[in-house]
């Protein structure tokens, strides 16, 4: 039987913007219909795989090695706190990342590299974010308004900048405890 792996293609964050994220969740820790994301797996995701037999990983690591590195390395700011869908109605709570040229043409290089390993492209335009914290499933009109709320007079503009300097191939294995996540492949950028 073939065995699947649940991919993913990342940016990973340096320890001090997880710090810096995990001091954005603390201020709005009394969020309690939130759940929040443990900051040491907080990731940029660049492209979402999902299940994908173990025997591609190769085709995928070479492909990545091909494209990845014409792209050079950058700076990226994160900035803002928002939600998804939308503040009225949230499932996720996110941190933004400022518009960047450089994170557009990594996106389309990872994109290329993909494709030209058999991956459909994805469907939905690349929305660059973190994901902080997701809204816990019994959550209602009330708690709603209060992470609205929140973010709205917490008004978070800045929360750091990193130096992006490689890309990762990840294997994520969902447990009870939370998602274990592990390297398959890096490629360094120019």
Do not use: C
Not at 58 to 63: N, T
Not at 95 to 123: C, M, Q, W, Y
Not at 164 to 187: F, M, N
């Amino acid at each position: 039987m073939p065995t699947n792996y649940r991919l993913f293609i990342a940016i990973d964050l340096p320890a001090d913007v997880q710090s810096a994220l995990a001091s954005v969740q603390h201020t709005l820790s009394p969020l309690n219909a939130v759940r929040w994301t443990k900051f040491t797996q907080i990731h940029l995701t660049l492209q979402f795989l999902g299940d994908t037999p173990a025997e591609l990983v190769p085709k995928l690591s070479v492909a990545l090695a091909e494209t990845v590195p014409a792209v050079p390395q950058f700076s990226l700011s994160l900035a803002k706190i928002g939600a998804f869908p939308n503040l009225k109605r949230p499932r996720i709570i996110w941190a933004g990342i400022d518009p960047n040229a450089t994170l557009t043409e990594l996106h389309r290089a990872v994109s290329a590299a993909t494709a030209s390993a058999g991956f459909a492209p994805d469907k939905k335009p690349f929305s660059p974010h973190l994901t902080i914290g997701r809204v816990k499933n019994h959550a209602r009109s009330a708690d709603y308004r209060a992470i609205a709320a929140t973010i709205a007079r917490e008004n978070i503009n800045k929360i750091a900048t990193m130096r992006v300097r490689d890309v990762h191939l990840i294997r994520s294995q969902l447990t009870r405890q939370g998602p274990i996540y592990t390297h398959l492949h890096t490629v360094q950028l120019n």
